[in-house]
């Protein structure tokens, strides 16, 4: 797998959008797979929280009949976490303090999904 890579999309979208201070791209199973992230942040427990967070936006989507899940953003007081699958097996995890532009976020996020997709999705056809 091409760590590198990876991480460089996560920094390239830390520095283009104001606000954005942490980031991790982790399996749906809630393990973490790289991060960029402060010391302070914990990628295995972020992970699983966002996998969590995922699963049920998953299953309210799918009862809903509302389609395929792309996002879920909780808004707190001081910040926000942000969760994008990236697939079925991926998903991507961004905290942002409170001058996060979220509109910003979910803009500049659809480029970068895309790329870690194919990056992710290069790993899974080298194997065979």
Do not use: W
Not at 35 to 61: E, H, T
Not at 71 to 78: D, L, Y
């Amino acid at each position: 797998m091409d760590f590198d890579a990876l991480i460089a999309e996560l920094r390239t979208l830390r520095e283009s959008v104001t606000g954005v201070t942490d980031t991790v791209i982790a399996a749906v199973d809630g393990i973490p797979i790289v991060a960029d992230a402060a010391m302070s942040i914990d990628p295995a427990k972020l992970s699983a929280l966002a996998a969590a967070d995922l699963g049920i936006a998953r299953q309210a989507v799918e009862v809903t009949g509302k389609g395929t899940l792309g996002q879920t953003v909780v808004f707190g007081s001081e910040g926000y976490m942000a969760v994008f699958a990236i697939s079925r097996s991926a998903l991507m995890v961004v905290i942002g303090d409170k001058e996060l532009n979220v509109g910003r976020l979910l803009f500049a996020c659809r480029p970068v999904i895309e790329r870690i997709g194919s990056i992710l999705a290069d790993r899974v056809g080298s194997r065979h």
